[in-house]
């Protein structure tokens, strides 16, 4: 009955499908035989039954508040069922606020662009800016991820190698040491976009576009916002994982 009541919370029932489609992704990818893949698969799979095992013990061993409360530990203000244009307020609001670091990783960002090429320049007037977009080009131009990542999501073949291109052609009079942009050479798991202390993030699912996809809201000192800037700071800092525009 208290699992019956729970999921009630529309909350719970997001938390739960989050975690349930991470498994279900991983066991796709496990199927590989590319070990590349099947790595993929295994972390995925992973954190999908530990975010499930966290979720059983919080029911089981607290109150509601409690429960609430240690779910606030690992930084989780909020759960969107998608991004970009959907929760468009959402960002504005942490934007005018922003004050130190606007930190932005995702394939060619073509949202972000159209929605906010015109206030990129007052961004860093009041904020560092980072921005990560895939590497075209990685491993190679003829087979490389974003071309993997256009059948993915069903979209043309070069449709975010184009994305990529056009932004570094709109934003090529802004870069500088306040607008900085990188080509990331990594396998892409995760969408973030941080403001500050809050940072926005979502993973990648199959025959879905980015912007579709669910997004949760965490803030600095948790948990999850910790390991994930950490990810951001360790693709931009390695050479081997990214390179200058």
Same mark, same amino acid.
């Given at each position: 009955?208290?699992? %019956?009541?729970? @999921? ?14 991470? @498994?279900?992704?991983?066991?796709? %990818? ?5 070990? !590349? ?39 989780? !203000?909020?759960? @969107? ?25 995702? @394939? ?16 860093? !007037? ?16 003829? %087979? ?70 669910? !997004? ?8 999850? %916002? ?20």
């Amino acid at each position: 009955m208290r699992l %019956f009541e729970m @999921f009630k919370d529309h909350r719970y029932v997001i938390y739960w499908l989050v975690h349930l489609i991470l @498994f279900m992704l991983g066991a796709y %990818f496990l199927r590989s035989s590319d070990i !590349t893949y099947q790595s993929i698969g295994a972390s995925l799979m992973a954190a999908g039954i530990a975010g499930a095992v966290i979720f059983i013990y919080i029911m089981y061993s607290q109150n509601l508040s409690d429960k609430l409360e240690i779910i606030s530990r690992f930084g989780i !203000t909020n759960i @969107f069922e998608a991004r970009a244009a959907r929760i468009k307020s959402i960002y504005d609001e942490k934007l005018n606020t922003a004050r130190n670091n606007i930190d932005i990783l995702g @394939f060619g960002l073509s949202a972000l662009r159209e929605d906010y090429l015109n206030d990129f320049v007052t961004w860093k !007037t009041r904020a560092k800016v980072r921005i990560l977009l895939i590497d075209p080009e990685f491993p190679t131009s003829e %087979f490389s991820l974003s071309g993997l990542r256009d059948r993915e999501e069903g979209d043309q073949a070069g449709e975010i190698e184009r994305e990529v291109r056009q932004f570094i052609e709109d934003t090529r009079d802004i870069v500088d040491d306040d607008f900085q942009i990188r080509l990331y050479r990594c396998l892409p798991s995760v969408n973030i976009f941080r403001v500050d202390d809050d940072l926005f993030w979502g993973p990648y699912l199959m025959r879905e576009q980015s912007r579709n996809t669910p !997004t949760m809201l965490v803030r600095g000192g948790g948990l999850l %916002f910790e390991k994930l800037q950490s990810h951001f700071e360790v693709i931009w800092e390695d050479s081997n994982l990214s390179r200058s525009v």
